[in-house]
């Protein structure tokens, strides 16, 4: 039987969970699969492109919801939290998506709709486009994170304080914010940091020239 794109892809997702991204190479990869290296040459030159493929694999499931007349806090909740969920649900799955700038079906799907929610909020594309990328920025950071502090053994407060007590005192604010470092509600976390960008979104708001801009593109497109 041929070997296609979307097995090798799946079996790289599965040996990622097994591996973590450092211990992933084509030579194990081609090994999961029974197969010889260059079979894998033939569809990927290289791990970059895998990686290219397996985080465009990693977006399946996410931005798929119709946003039509959505608010655009609602659509940037919801791709943040779907985008986090997709990450959390492979192991260094942050860290592959951070790694590449692929320009796959899954990936654009979200980044129209951030971006397109946000010009339809009234603001102009470039400002939509920044704004889009430090959520995105800011999810892969977070994971990224939480990734690393789920796999660390010794990562409680009590460890991270002793550490920290070596300083002889030098550090105050931390000593003081410590605690809520290791927060258990992960999640509050995370919405805070959503409402934080989202917030500052609300009074950086959409000039004159930009609310013009989304009026004329809607009489342009006739709604």
Known sequence: MALERTAIV?????LLDQTGLEGLTMRKLAEALNVQAPSLYWHFPGKPA???AMANALLEDVARTPVDGAEHQV???????ELRRALQARRDGAKVYAGTFVMGENVLRLAETIIG????SGMSARTSMRAGFTLLYYVLGFV????AWQRQVGADPAN???????????FPAIE???SHFS?????????HGVDLILNGLGQHGPSERERMEALFRALKSGR
């Open 117 to 120: 929610a946000l010009m339809r």
């Open 50 to 52: 895998l990686l290219d």
């Open 176 to 178: 003081a914010a410590l």
């Open 160 to 170: 991270l304080a002793a550490q920290l007590a070596q300083w002889g005192g030098r």
């Open 183 to 191: 927060d258990a509600d992960q999640d509050d976390r995370f919405n």
């Open 75 to 81: 659509v940037l909740r919801r791709s943040a939290a």
């Open 144 to 147: 990224i994170e939480e990734q």
């Open 10 to 14: 799946v079996a790289a997702l599965d």
